[in-house]
């Protein structure tokens, strides 16, 4: 059985989180997407007004995989829940529970947060982390469509009359 930890991320942690960010980037075919660097993330993770959340998952004191969340809104419910933009754990490390307990020390945070929701997307082609969420309880959203501005659709959209 594997000794997994998971602590939150620091600033010292901000080379570990660019690494695996580009694995991950590496793994959904999108390399060439990744726009940040490691000066970026520590900035936007530890900076003046950091708004996303990192958590770095060890196996035996070895950094394997990190998650990267933030909070939202539903005014339905009137509560807080949060976000889970990144989830990934390098493939060597795959199976022995370090994505599990993350997505585990998510869900123990919303719940005492008293959060109504924990919610992430995953890509349509990727079968095992489809198949590993819905193992875990989770329900895909299939009557959601995802919509995003971004690049220069989202600047032509905010500075258009």
Same mark, same amino acid.
């Given at each position: 059985?594997?000794?997994?930890?998971?602590? %939150?991320?620091? %600033?010292?942690?901000?080379?570990?989180?660019?690494?695996?960010?580009?694995?991950?980037?590496?793994?959904?075919?999108?390399?060439?997407?990744?726009?940040?660097?490691?000066?970026?993330?520590?900035?936007?993770?530890? #900076?003046?007004k %950091?708004?996303?959340?990192?958590?770095?998952?060890?196996?035996d004191?070895?950094?394997?995989?990190?998650?990267?969340?933030?909070?939202?809104?539903?005014?339905?419910?009137?509560?807080? #829940?949060?976000?889970?933009?990144d989830?990934?754990?390098?493939?060597?490390?795959?199976?022995?529970?370090?994505?599990?307990?993350?997505?585990?020390?998510?869900?123990?945070?919303?719940?005492?947060?008293?959060?109504?929701?924990?919610? !992430?997307?995953?890509?349509? !082609?990727?079968?095992?982390?489809?198949?590993?969420?819905?193992?875990?309880?989770?329900?895909?959203?299939?009557? !959601?469509?995802?919509?995003?501005?971004?690049?220069?659709?989202?600047?032509?959209?905010?500075?258009?009359?």
């Amino acid at each position: 059985m594997a000794n997994i930890q998971i602590r %939150p991320a620091k %600033p010292e942690d901000s080379g570990l989180i660019y690494r695996f960010v580009r694995e991950l980037a590496i793994y959904e075919k999108a390399l060439e997407e990744v726009a940040t660097d490691e000066a970026g993330l520590r900035e936007a993770l530890f #900076g003046a007004k %950091p708004l996303a959340h990192g958590l770095i998952s060890e196996i035996d004191a070895q950094p394997v995989g990190f998650a990267i969340y933030f909070y939202n809104f539903s005014t339905w419910l009137g509560k807080y #829940g949060i976000f889970l933009e990144d989830l990934y754990v390098s493939p060597e490390y795959r199976g022995h529970g370090a994505g599990k307990a993350l997505l585990q020390h998510l869900a123990k945070q919303a719940v005492a947060e008293g959060c109504g929701r924990f919610e !992430w997307n995953v890509l349509d !082609w990727n079968e095992p982390s489809i198949k590993f969420y819905e193992a875990c309880g989770a329900v895909a959203m299939s009557e !959601w469509i995802g919509y995003r501005l971004s690049g220069d659709a989202l600047t032509a959209f905010a500075t258009s009359e």
